[in-house]
């Protein structure tokens, strides 16, 4: 596996403590904070290590920022096994306290009625630069403060559809879209769906908050934004696989009280595998120093 993938792999493959207890590490992937898809991909994965079923569904809540220099502990509670559904609730914790909850359902897949909207109409990913590329086109617009940590390689692959500089935000109809995938293919011996999705999980989170901050023309660099996931969910249709093209296709439809609502769509294959909804602190400094 390329490097990037297996880091990510070992990232998402938890220590077994003892029954329903267990240790996820830590990253430093987006700063001082540790990434929500982080412990998004952690937690799912706790919960999928008590059960044999894929999970369909999870509402999860970020309470704390958490510290990328400290491993994390997952606790998992099995609140029901039934016939069609599991139940597991997660607490993450780190420096003695609750930094994320979750709920999240587990069931088997079923033969039944299937509907979907169309899929958008967009580039395939081979026409498209990938975000490396792009980003060799902003170093002009770097701080040599922030040079490296911009520059680094993601642990995933993502190809913007519609990309824009950061550096230059300009207010646009809050619409976003990636393909994204891993770098390389999952190895078959950990192929495995619970792996597939806390992969999908974990890069659920790129780009999704700040959608909202697009008709306002901002972005997630803007100094005077201070911007933070409030809450996470989840839904998976289908099963996934998080080794091939993934398109991600996301909107926000308000903002107001320093908070933005944003959904995503996740498509593959021509089917709605996934969808997504968060809620992010979108907060302007100067207006809160002033209040």
């Given at each position: 596996m390329n490097?990037?993938?297996?880091?990510?792999?070992?990232?998402?493959?938890?220590?077994?403590?003892?029954?329903?207890?267990?240790?996820?590490?830590?990253?430093?992937?987006?700063?001082?904070?540790?990434?929500?898809?982080?412990?998004?991909?952690?937690?799912?994965?706790?919960?999928?290590?008590?059960t044999d079923r894929p999970a369909h569904s999870l509402h999860a809540y970020f309470l704390y920022g958490g510290d990328v220099n400290a491993p994390i502990i997952y606790e998992v509670d099995p609140l029901r096994d039934g016939?069609?559904?599991?139940?597991?609730?997660?607490?993450?914790?780190?420096?003695?306290r609750t930094i994320f909850s979750a709920m999240i359902s587990f069931a088997y897949l079923e033969e039944g009625l299937n509907y979907q909207p169309e899929e958008p109409n967009y580039p395939a990913p081979e026409d498209l630069k990938s975000e490396n590329e792009l980003k060799e086109g902003l170093v002009n617009f770097l701080p040599e403060n922030v040079r490296a940590s911009?520059?680094?390689?993601?642990?995933?692959?993502?190809?913007?559809?519609?990309?824009?500089?950061?550096?230059?935000?300009?207010?646009?109809?809050?619409i976003n879209a990636h393909y994204i995938r891993t770098h390389d293919p999952i190895p078959q011996e950990l192929d495995d769906q619970s792996l597939h999705q806390a992969i999908v999980a974990?890069?659920?989170?790129?780009?999704?908050?700040?959608?909202?901050?697009?008709?306002?023309?901002?972005?997630?660099?803007?100094?005077s934004l201070q911007c933070a996931s409030i809450d996470h969910a989840i839904y998976f249709h289908r099963p996934v696989r998080a080794d091939e093209w993934m398109l991600y296709d996301m909107e926000a439809t308000v903002t107001a009280n320093s908070r933005g609502?944003?959904?995503?769509?996740?498509?593959?294959?021509?089917?709605?595998?996934?969808?997504?909804?968060?809620?992010?602190l979108i907060r302007l400094r100067e207006i809160a120093n002033n209040q």
């Amino acid at each position: 596996m390329n490097a990037l993938t297996q880091e990510l792999v070992e990232l998402l493959s938890l220590e077994r403590l003892e029954d329903h207890l267990y240790r996820g590490q830590s990253r430093n992937l987006v700063g001082k904070r540790v990434f929500g898809g982080q412990v998004l991909g952690q937690a799912l994965r706790a919960a999928s290590y008590t059960t044999d079923r894929p999970a369909h569904s999870l509402h999860a809540y970020f309470l704390y920022g958490g510290d990328v220099n400290a491993p994390i502990i997952y606790e998992v509670d099995p609140l029901r096994d039934g016939r069609s559904f599991s139940s597991r609730q997660v607490r993450a914790i780190q420096h003695g306290r609750t930094i994320f909850s979750a709920m999240i359902s587990f069931a088997y897949l079923e033969e039944g009625l299937n509907y979907q909207p169309e899929e958008p109409n967009y580039p395939a990913p081979e026409d498209l630069k990938s975000e490396n590329e792009l980003k060799e086109g902003l170093v002009n617009f770097l701080p040599e403060n922030v040079r490296a940590s911009f520059m680094r390689d993601r642990h995933v692959e993502i190809r913007p559809i519609d990309p824009v500089n950061p550096f230059q935000p300009q207010p646009q109809a809050p619409i976003n879209a990636h393909y994204i995938r891993t770098h390389d293919p999952i190895p078959q011996e950990l192929d495995d769906q619970s792996l597939h999705q806390a992969i999908v999980a974990f890069y659920s989170d790129f780009s999704l908050m700040t959608t909202s901050l697009k008709p306002h023309g901002l972005s997630y660099i803007s100094p005077s934004l201070q911007c933070a996931s409030i809450d996470h969910a989840i839904y998976f249709h289908r099963p996934v696989r998080a080794d091939e093209w993934m398109l991600y296709d996301m909107e926000a439809t308000v903002t107001a009280n320093s908070r933005g609502l944003n959904f995503g769509r996740m498509w593959q294959n021509g089917q709605l595998v996934c969808s997504t909804t968060q809620e992010g602190l979108i907060r302007l400094r100067e207006i809160a120093n002033n209040q």
